[in-house]
């Protein structure tokens, strides 16, 4: 008997919502471990030698010094709140979108919105917590009507972007989006070629040593809300992420 393709198409929507909507899913015993700082003593540390409070305070320092009253860029005229980052500052995993919009620039906090909304339900679809990961936008401040950042915006705002992955050193970075795959790969390919894949991000460590991270890109969630037939592939690359981290993957 031959499969009904459209019932199949149907199921595999279902599945993917059911995974983005769940409201509470086990967690790994691989992540209760690492939130125990493992059962054999080693810290959570993605770099290995420098603390989670060590980290907490350079980003604290890079926020409150640098970013909150930063003007080398003319989106600080629009901003409500510059948005620097949120989550463990010694995360695994790090999201990375383009930029703040309306209600992240009221908030000042990163994917706080619908969009946030959604991000939240694919980070616990993947048996983690918000918490766990730490999450920000290559521009710090929202451009206008939520366009996406121009170049010299870009080009002014990275090095914070740099830093903060410089502290956080994360095993994975998850760009959402076409912009910030594009503009952390350097590349003008468009995401739905890049993502399904593992690139290297290069960058420079706070010890001064060229280094890389593997960089899955992904469709960003606002996209995925308004074309929800594309979050089957978005948990693709996110249960390839799940496993390069040793994370459990669900049987269902
Ligand atoms: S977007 Fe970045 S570079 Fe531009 S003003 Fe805001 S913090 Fe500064």
Redesign the pocket.
């Known amino acids: 008997m031959q499969s009904n393709p459209t019932a199949q198409h149907v199921k595999r929507l279902l599945q993917a919502d059911r995974l983005f909507g769940v409201d509470s899913v086990p967690v790994p015993s691989v992540l209760r471990m690492l939130a125990e700082h493992g059962a054999t003593g080693a810290p959570v540390t993605a770099g290995g030698s420098v603390s989670v409070e060590s980290k907490r305070t350079q980003l604290d320092v890079l926020d409150r010094d ?2 909150k009253g ?7 005229k629009g ?1 409500t709140n ?1 948005v620097f980052g949120d989550g463990d500052a010694n995360a695994r995993l790090m999201f990375i979108g383009e ?1 703040p919009g309306f209600d992240e620039d009221r908030q000042g906090v990163p994917f706080v919105g619908r969009a946030g909304q959604l991000l939240n339900k694919m980070i616990a679809a993947m048996g983690l917590k918000r918490e766990d990961t730490y999450i920000c936008n290559i ?3 929202r451009p206008p009507n939520n366009r996406d ?1 121009a170049a010299d ?1 870009v080009i ?2 990275t090095p ?1 972007l740099h830093e903060q992955i410089g502290i956080v050193e994360p095993e994975v970075i998850v760009a959402l989006g076409a912009p910030a795959s594009k503009m952390l790969l350097d590349t003008q390919t468009g995401i739905g070629r890049l993502r399904g894949q593992f690139h290297d991000y290069h960058y420079t460590n706070l010890s001064g040593e060229v280094t890389s991270i593997s960089l899955m890109p992904t469709y960003h969630p606002a996209y995925l809300l308004r074309s929800p037939q594309e979050k089957k592939k978005t948990w693709d690359d996110l249960q390839m992420v799940m496993k390069l981290l040793g994370l459990e993957l669900p049987t269902r």
């Open positions: 640098q970013v930063c003007e080398k860029c003319g989106l600080c901003r510059t930029g521009v710090k401040c950042p915006e002014a705002c914070y």
